[in-house]
């Protein structure tokens, strides 16, 4: 994505993080990156001269491939990348994921499928799924 996809993307969403993944094709998890660290990376990248502009390419990796003399310069972002957030499967049981959000103080949990991204459930979630739980007749629970 270019800076200007990602500011877009911060812009037109309230999210505090974003998962990054491989490309739109794979969806291979490579990290999650906070809002805030983004905001910041890319506001003091804009500030000094290091000739970021808006199309120029965001990489989180270490390697960046060459460009050409007429590209503009990439930002690269991987200090700012978490690359071990905590994931789950979509394997995974509810009765866990309750238990890793009580344990860990988790705002959100990436759901994966053999390394791809699925989706993220977040606390919300978590605690809309247990009030649902409670507010149901048990029966209805156990045969829905």
Do not use: C, W
Request: glycine share 4%; charged share 20%.
């Amino acid at each position: 994505m270019t800076v200007e996809e990602v500011e877009q993307v911060m812009q037109n969403t309230m999210h505090n993080g974003f998962p990054v993944v491989v490309s739109r094709e794979s969806q291979y998890l490579v990290g999650f990156v906070l809002r805030r660290d983004l905001n910041l990376a890319i506001t003091n990248a804009r500030k000094t001269s290091e000739g970021i502009v808006s199309n120029s390419t965001v990489y989180f990796t270490t390697h960046v491939p060459p460009s050409g003399p007429n590209d503009p310069v990439p930002l690269k972002l991987r200090k700012i990348l978490d690359m071990a957030p905590i994931t789950i499967t979509d394997q995974t049981p509810m009765e866990t994921v309750v238990e890793m959000f009580r344990k860990l103080g988790l705002r959100q949990n990436l759901v994966t499928h053999n390394g791809r991204l699925l989706g993220i459930i977040t606390k919300k979630d978590v605690l809309r799924h247990i009030a649902q739980l409670e507010n149901q007749d048990p029966e209805s629970i156990l045969f829905n």
